[in-house]
């Protein structure tokens, strides 16, 4: 018939509150199970920290970032990065610590 009707792999995020101040939770939605990781980067493309890297399920779910590092420090207001991957695709969602 000539139509591509196959799925296509729909991986979505979202982070709320944004702006946040203390803490904001990052709403991942991923369409397959797999392999998750969900990173917090700075502008300078430093990873601050990781939030998840594990096996899901198809569906969603959500991992809360308090504005700390790997080492529990608390990091400066502004711009940050969260970065999703799940089965080769990424998904990224600038958010704003204010304090």
């Known amino acids: 018939t000539g139509v591509d009707d196959s799925p296509r792999f729909a991986l ?3 982070a709320v509150p944004n702006p946040f101040n203390p ?8 369409p397959v199970p797999g392999r ?7 502008v300078n493309g430093r ?14 779910f959500a991992v809360n970032w308090d504005g700390t590092d790997r080492r529990g420090e608390h990091g400066a207001s502004g711009v940050y990065f969260v970065r999703v991957t799940a089965s080769g695709v990424l998904a990224t969602e600038k958010i704003v610590l204010l304090k």
Do not use: K, M, Q
């Not at 998750?36 to 700075?42: A, L, M, N």
């Not at 601050?48 to 969603?60: I, K, Q």
């Open 23 to 30: 803490s904001t939770a990052i709403h991942v939605s991923v």
């Open 47 to 60: 990873r601050v920290r990781t939030l998840c890297d594990r096996t899901t399920g198809a569906g969603e």
């Open 12 to 14: 979505s995020l979202r």
């Open 36 to 42: 998750v990781t969900v990173e917090v980067y700075d």
